[in-house]
């Protein structure tokens, strides 16, 4: 039999050994594992990327197609076609279905918060405009879709709450309200708060804080998802790990429900992942057109075995590590937060192969005793 040596492993794996090598099967004691899915991988246009999936995960999430602008386009307008393909998808394929993102700041039009003359809608209308778009997309897919990301990116990296126009229309308990609408409309399925630099003190106190008051108010929370679109200095090792800590003590799931990590030059010294935030292409921000040059390969694969050796540690916590995306060629990070770069963030290479950060993160799993 042929081996494939795998020098950044420091080990040797067998070419048959590596057509069975499933990241669901390696981390079953551990985690659920997942991708976001975009329109092309459920829809057939990507076969290839859909062969992944259906092999290799056990969880998908929606990267795009439930977000308020695609799904809700205009006032009383639904357009549930890509959301629909996405959940058959999933459960052909006998996924574990997350929903994303029923609130969120971002990706959601204009006239959601406005009246007929252009103004902000009172606190009264904006509440009864949020209990009909949850009820509509949580109700539509109840039961089939298992778990929602009620609530997405509310929080200030300084541990406040984020001035949008949620907030500005609502006031600060659209939080509280959000998650009484989703199970509300879908009483048995689970609900989340996610966000990006959770790991951050002040974030991660002020998550810690928001999980207890929506608990206090009798409401049902059941996780919270650290986005994990990270790089190669950031998070620290003990900021993960105090995050994971923190957050299991309240007797919540904990997950990393958008992981990449972006090994391009930095393009600012910005570590979150707000959508809004962009940076114009320059030389010297896209190295590697032609291939990630071995050195920064290992450096990628090293570090990808440093944060799972983390999440494998407290996989008795840890209940789902999504990636966001399939591939590196579909990625967001090939258009964020610069456009049109070429970017090697997954474990799953341009041409769809397995990358040696794939081999190193199975070699990482540490089951659970
Ligand atoms: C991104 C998608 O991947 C892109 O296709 C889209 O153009 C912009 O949004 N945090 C989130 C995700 O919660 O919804 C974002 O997804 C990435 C950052």
Same mark, same amino acid.
């Given at each position: 039999?042929?081996?494939?040596?795998?020098?950044?492993?420091?080990?040797?794996?067998?070419?048959?050994?590596?057509?069975?090598?499933?990241?669901?099967?390696?981390?079953?004691?551990?985690?659920?594992?997942?991708?976001?899915?975009?329109?092309?991988?459920?829809? =057939?246009? /990507?076969?290839? !990327?859909? $062969?992944?999936?259906?092999?290799?995960?056990?969880?998908?999430? &929606? *990267?795009?197609?439930?977000?308020?602008?695609?799904?809700?386009?205009?006032?009383?307008?639904?357009?549930?076609?890509?959301?629909?393909?996405?959940?058959?998808?999933?459960?052909?394929?006998?996924?574990?279905?997350?929903?994303?993102?029923?609130?969120?700041?971002?990706?959601?039009?204009?006239?959601?918060?406005?009246?007929?003359?252009?103004?902000?809608?009172?606190?009264?209308?904006?509440?009864?405009?949020?209990?009909?778009?949850?009820?509509?997309?949580?109700?539509?897919?109840?039961?089939?879709?298992?778990?929602?990301?009620?609530?997405?990116?509310?929080?200030?990296?300084?541990?406040?709450?984020?001035?949008?126009?949620?907030?500005?229309?609502? =006031?600060? /308990?659209?939080? !509280?309200? $959000?998650?009484?609408?989703?199970?509300?409309?879908?009483?048995? &399925? *689970?609900?989340?708060?996610?966000?990006?630099?959770?790991?951050?003190?002040?974030?991660?106190?002020?998550?810690?804080?928001?999980?207890?008051?929506?608990?206090?108010?009798?409401?049902?929370?059941?996780?919270?998802?650290?986005?994990?679109?990270?790089?190669?200095?950031?998070?620290?090792?003990?900021?993960?790990?105090?995050?994971?800590?923190?957050?299991?003590?309240?007797?919540?799931?904990?997950?990393?429900?958008?992981?990449?990590?972006?090994?391009?030059?930095?393009?600012?010294?910005?570590?979150?992942?707000?959508?809004?935030?962009?940076?114009?292409?320059?030389?010297?921000?896209?190295?590697?057109?032609?291939?990630?040059?071995?050195?920064?390969?290992?450096?990628?694969?090293?570090?990808?075995?440093?944060?799972?050796?983390?999440?494998?540690?407290?996989?008795?916590?840890?209940?789902?590590?999504?990636?966001?995306?399939?591939?590196?060629?579909?990625?967001?990070?090939?258009?964020?937060?610069?456009?049109?770069?070429?970017?090697?963030?997954?474990?799953?290479?341009?041409?769809?192969?397995?990358?040696?950060?794939?081999?190193?993160?199975?070699?990482?799993?540490?089951?659970?005793?």
């Amino acid at each position: 039999m042929t081996c494939i040596p795998l020098a950044v492993v420091g080990g040797a794996f067998c070419a048959r050994e590596t057509e069975q090598l499933l990241l669901r099967e390696a981390f079953r004691e551990n985690f659920l594992i997942g991708a976001a899915l975009n329109d092309d991988v459920v829809s =057939g246009k /990507d076969p290839r !990327a859909a $062969a992944i999936v259906a092999k290799q995960f056990n969880t998908i999430t &929606a *990267e795009n197609a439930m977000k308020w602008v695609w799904i809700h386009p205009a006032p009383n307008t639904y357009d549930f076609g890509p959301a629909d393909r996405f959940v058959e998808f999933g459960e052909k394929n006998a996924m574990w279905i997350v929903g994303h993102a029923l609130v969120w700041h971002s990706q959601i039009p204009d006239w959601a918060f406005e009246d007929d003359a252009g103004g902000l809608l009172t606190r009264n209308a904006m509440l009864a405009r949020l209990k009909d778009h949850i009820g509509s997309v949580v109700g539509r897919y109840k039961g089939r879709v298992r778990a929602w990301d009620v609530v997405n990116e509310a929080l200030t990296d300084e541990g406040g709450i984020r001035n949008s126009k949620w907030k500005q229309t609502i =006031g600060e /308990d659209f939080i !509280a309200k $959000a998650f009484e609408y989703a199970h509300q409309a879908d009483p048995d &399925a *689970e609900l989340y708060y996610n966000d990006f630099s959770l790991d951050k003190p002040a974030k991660r106190e002020a998550c810690v804080n928001l999980v207890k008051d929506l608990k206090a108010r009798g409401l049902r929370v059941d996780g919270v998802g650290i986005q994990g679109h990270w790089g190669m200095d950031y998070p620290t090792t003990d900021n993960l790990e105090a995050f994971i800590i923190a957050t299991g003590a309240l007797g919540v799931k904990v997950m990393v429900t958008e992981m990449d990590l972006d090994i391009l030059p930095t393009a600012w010294e910005y570590e979150g992942a707000d959508v809004s935030k962009r940076v114009a292409l320059q030389v010297g921000l896209n190295p590697y057109v032609d291939g990630l040059p071995p050195v920064m390969e290992k450096k990628l694969t090293d570090r990808y075995v440093e944060l799972f050796s983390v999440l494998c540690k407290h996989s008795d916590k840890v209940d789902r590590v999504t990636f966001w995306g399939v591939y590196d060629k579909t990625s967001w990070l090939n258009n964020w937060p610069v456009r049109g770069r070429t970017s090697y963030p997954l474990l799953f290479a341009r041409d769809y192969q397995p990358k040696p950060a794939f081999y190193a993160v199975l070699g990482a799993v540490e089951k659970k005793k």
